[in-house]
């Protein structure tokens, strides 16, 4: 089936909305943080540790899972959910962003983008028809339209030409979509300009897709920058559709985000900053190499609820990340995924209740205490 | 409490047998194999992994840890229990072996050893005394005696001081050994000598330990002379205690070790080639990045119970194997440690019936049948 976004209610000091999401694995909450696959596993974690977690959809990347271990491969195994074994819904990106970000394009064309592969850098060739039949193969429950991703900051003269190319890419993939059970989100761009922002956003819904992302953002720009890219573009947004802001996870852009009308949140920042140490607290980000830590014997947040806290203490994953046991960065992925879901679970709560803004308030007050 | 062996039964065709061992943490039943955890962690495992895999005693090693964290650390925490949070019994190694293997040894004196850390090179000296103290701190159920590991071969000359020395060591250790609730072994070395392997034997028996190893084993010796060093230091050890083969861990040599009338083994083995893309099966070692396990959707064992058996398929760990994902040596490690647990099961259920010495031959007839 396709995605079903139901709005329950808004907040009415903002654009903050609380609603659910239907999918071929059942109705979930939305605001929610999705955590990333990028190969077909969210690094270190079982799909039973995600469940544990709270998790709704996750995420994985196409342009990974397309060079290693292809989608035919995928697809044989009987689709990406067999193949991993996560029993809930999966979002598959387009590959774009991982194209511009990771490979660097050698040309840009009407056609698509040549590129060199990041692994072996043989010479490969990523259009939107390609994209779309890689997702369809990986039969995921969200497939991404292909999009330009530029960096920031270009001039509005390149920007202008780039969302009118992604505009016709978005049109050629859903051309050729053909899952039945797999949905397509169309992708807004237009970089900080409001103008091209509001005819990406325009446009795009013309074309007409079972969801909405914004891309452009986090490639560069300040947070300021980012938000008004965000509200330059959900209030051009259907609100019977969800919204998806891609790769932003940072606890107060998750924050921000939703009061700008933000539904869905994805980031490898959770598991990629655990891996190095670190821990999201209420009280800010922590890393737990820090000595202070070394005869810490409290959980990494007294009432979190996650394993990690549950059974170990700051003391022991310090010993752990000091002394490269991989444990530790599994430990601190498990509890920095469950922060960013049970922080959406808060959200939702605080939107029923019409006092999102001042949960932002508060929020930011005690993350930045520490700082002061 | 100190640990009680109780003899159930023995194989009447050989030496093998089925007992049981009180420890502060409940009864378990031997033979017994015991995961690793080197640095106070089962590498990429947590302690609920490891009771799924049905763990009785698991291992940790003094060297590691006097360095790292160090033992008054671990004793702030609670003891190593407390900070690992494994609620079984745990053994903890001299620290002899790793300063013998890792760390090359400076100066072996009357006295102990200097040696430089395999860290950061800056000068130690570890004696009897001080193993033993840091095992106390540990607070681990069962300490080593410290002891030397002369690498193979040396000469019977060099062999029989050696062996001396190791049991003044042992009586120096017994001497400051102080915690009431750990039991302390005592460990018989002398190379492939018999009459050495006899003499140490005989005498450490006669220091009174609570229970017996088997050292010098794994050091560069071909099997069957590993296999002599197991039988002629196994005969003179008393029936009422438990005997332990440390570093031992290949299921062959699990099984020659049973044999042999040894209850405890231990080996990283298991876990070390889990994180290398390999995995026991009854039909022999197989490596999980062969291109033959591509499109292999079934189990890496069809009736085995372990987690990654149960949830998991030959392609999709080969592909987090071959792109470098952890949860693959993770899922690996599972599935090793509870077939090398399973396997002690069996020879359990063997022993009780007299029939170990055929179960040794149907286990190598299978396991080696695919290398024909």
Same mark, same amino acid.
């Given at each position: ?35 990333? #696959? ?76 040549? *590129? ?8 490969? *060739? ?88 914004? #891309? ?32 932003? #996870? ?42 202070? *830590?070394?005869?810490? *014997? ?75």
């Amino acid at each position: 089936m396709k995605v079903k976004y139901n709005l329950i209610c808004k907040d009415k000091n903002c654009m903050a909305r609380h609603g659910t999401l239907e999918t071929n694995y059942g109705t979930y909450e939305t605001p929610m943080f999705m955590p990333v #696959g990028t190969k077909a596993t969210v690094k270190l974690l079982t799909p039973d540790e995600l469940y544990d977690c709270n998790s709704g959809i996750i995420l994985s990347n196409t342009y990974h899972l397309w060079l290693r271990p292809g989608p035919e491969l995928i697809d044989k195994a009987g689709g990406l959910h067999k193949f991993m074994n996560y029993k809930g819904p999966i979002l598959t990106d387009s590959g774009g962003f991982q194209v511009f970000s990771l490979a660097k394009p050698k040309d840009i064309t009407e056609e698509g983008v040549h *590129f060199k592969s990041h692994l072996d850098g043989s010479k490969l *060739f990523l259009t939107p028809e390609e994209s779309i039949r890689v997702q369809n193969l990986l039969d995921s429950d969200i497939a991404m339209s292909f999009d330009e991703c530029p960096p920031f900051p270009v001039t509005h003269e390149y920007m202008e030409k780039s969302i009118e190319r992604t505009l016709r890419w978005a049109e050629r993939g859903k051309k050729v979509h053909s899952n039945p059970r797999q949905s397509l989100f169309g992708i807004v761009q237009g970089g900080e300009f409001e103008d091209l922002r509001k005819k990406s956003a325009l446009e795009t819904v013309k074309i007409g897709f079972d969801g909405y992302s914004i #891309g452009g953002t986090s490639v560069g720009e300040d947070k300021e920058t980012m938000y008004k890219m965000i509200d330059y573009s959900t209030k051009y947004l259907p609100e019977d559709k969800v919204r998806y802001l891609m790769g932003v #996870g940072d606890p107060i852009d998750i924050i921000e985000g939703v009061i700008r009308g933000v539904d869905l949140f994805d980031c490898v920042l959770s598991t990629r900053i655990a891996r190095h140490g670190n821990a999201f607290t209420r009280n800010g980000k922590i890393n737990l190499r820090n000595l202070k *830590f070394r005869e810490d *014997f409290t959980p990494i947040e007294e009432d979190c609820d996650c394993y990690a806290c549950r059974n170990f203490t700051k003391g022991y994953i310090r010993h752990l990340i000091t002394s490269d046991e991989l444990l530790g960065g599994r430990l601190l992925s498990i509890h920095n995924t469950r922060f960013l879901i049970k922080l959406t679970e808060e959200i939702r709560e605080a939107i029923k209740e019409n006092r999102m803004l001042e949960y932002r308030d508060k929020f930011i007050e005690k993350y930045y205490a520490n700082k002061k």
